[in-house]
């Protein structure tokens, strides 16, 4: 297992982005710093947050990453912060026209969220959802390096009936027990269609298949927001029927038909089946 690293890689970081020559010291730096990243790291070196609790637990010192996080890793080990690498992200395009689907901007998201309200986003969850919907079960999120960021695009870890209560209340319309704990508002407009952009990769059609972070699905005259998780974890709320459905399990992603998996139609069907 590598070493910890104790050097501040950023000024090495600076000049490559300037497109400066590296000097020996610096392409040592970057050769540590790589083999830390590529280290292979056994399976259960994760860290997470408990959601409702939120009692630590690290059993390792160190996570699994891979190749591709090497431009946007962030943990204390290497000394790079997240502030950093924002500021280091460049705009592709304008906002606002053209739909694209980047777990980074998910990532950014959480990170802005956390500047606005001063804390973690497992704090912020657990208090503003789980404990007033009732969470039956302490949910999971798996960090990302030792400064205790969630992998806010992923890795959220709960059981079916709490993934249930999150669909409770889109048909809610954003209300629990009687409380209004998110703007209904919020709710309608989060789970609508972003028709006001471009998909690129259909002729720059109105997009008709996505909201505010909720995939939304046209299916025999009705549109259904869905929370799509990787690998086939699913929590459809069809305001039609009144009902949630929750399909948990794994399924390995094939080619989509209009950004969807093909297993959806199908879990739709026979869910619609039985709710007749």
Request: net charge negative.
């Amino acid at each position: 297992m590598m070493g910890i690293i104790n050097e501040n890689i950023d000024d090495v970081l600076d000049k490559m982005s300037r497109g400066e020559e590296l000097s020996q010291e610096d392409k040592n730096k970057m050769s540590v710093f790589q083999k830390h990243l590529f280290s292979g790291k056994k399976e259960n070196d994760f860290k997470y947050h408990r959601v409702s609790e939120l009692n630590i637990a690290e059993p390792n010192s160190e996570n699994h990453v891979n190749e591709s996080q090497i431009l946007v890793h962030y943990d204390s080990n290497t000394n790079i912060k997240p502030e950093y690498m924002v500021k280091k992200m460049a705009f592709k395009e304008p906002s606002g026209v053209y739909w694209d689907y980047r777990s980074g901007d998910t990532q950014v998201l959480g990170l802005v969220v956390e500047k606005a309200f001063g804390d973690n986003i497992s704090n912020l969850v657990s208090e503003r959802f789980l404990q007033p919907m009732g969470a039956e079960v302490d949910a999971l999120w798996l960090l990302d390096g030792d400064q205790k960021h969630e992998k806010a695009f992923c890795c959220f870890n709960g059981v079916a009936r709490d993934y249930a209560r999150f669909g409770q209340l889109i048909l809610n319309k954003g209300a629990w027990g009687g409380k209004q704990i998110v703007d209904s508002n919020y709710i309608s407009k989060a789970t609508s269609p972003a028709s006001y952009l471009k998909d690129p990769t259909e002729s720059d059609n109105p997009v008709d298949f996505y909201g505010y972070q909720y995939w939304i699905i046209q299916h025999k005259g009705m549109e259904i927001p869905f929370q799509n998780g990787l690998f086939g974890q699913y929590v459809f709320a069809i305001k039609e029927k009144n009902a949630v459905v929750v399909r948990l399990g794994e399924s390995k992603p094939i080619k989509p038909i209009h950004h969807h998996q093909p297993e959806i139609y199908s879990y739709l069907d026979a869910a619609l089946s039985v709710l007749k």
